[in-house]
């Protein structure tokens, strides 16, 4: 089974850094689409960064200049480098990622935990 684990949450000064990263393993065979997605206490959830297979990548207007999305495909890793926090990107961030495994024939998307980034103001 697929399983995508996200580390490098915590806590973090206004206008300092964080930076994400969400692993998958198991019985990967090909990955698509990658990305991170956030929820914040009273707003709705919202697609903070994408990345395709090719490199390609999207921002929420809210993050873009600030947050850089990558991935490692050797390791089968997504990286979010998270510059000049605000106190509203405090939320739970999740790591989504489609994935073809040995037993689907088609792209399913995993998800990860979730992970809490807060900063303080």
């Known amino acids: 089974q697929v399983q995508l684990v996200e580390s490098g949450g915590g806590l973090v000064q206004g206008g300092g850094s964080l930076s994400l990263s969400c692993a998958a393993s198991?019985?990967?065979?090909?990955?698509?689409?990658m990305g991170w997605y956030r929820q914040a206490p009273g707003t709705q959830r919202e697609l903070v960064a994408g990345i395709t297979s090719g490199g390609s990548t999207n921002y929420a207007d809210s993050v873009k200049g600030r947050y850089t999305i990558s991935r490692d495909n050797a390791k089968n890793t997504m990286y979010l480098q998270m510059n000049s926090l605000k106190y509203e990107d405090t939320a739970v961030y999740s790591c989504y990622a489609d994935i073809k495994s040995g037993r689907l024939s088609r792209w399913f998307r995993y998800w990860g935990q979730g992970t809490q980034v807060t900063v303080s103001s």
């Open positions: 198991g019985s990967i065979f090909s990955i698509n689409d």
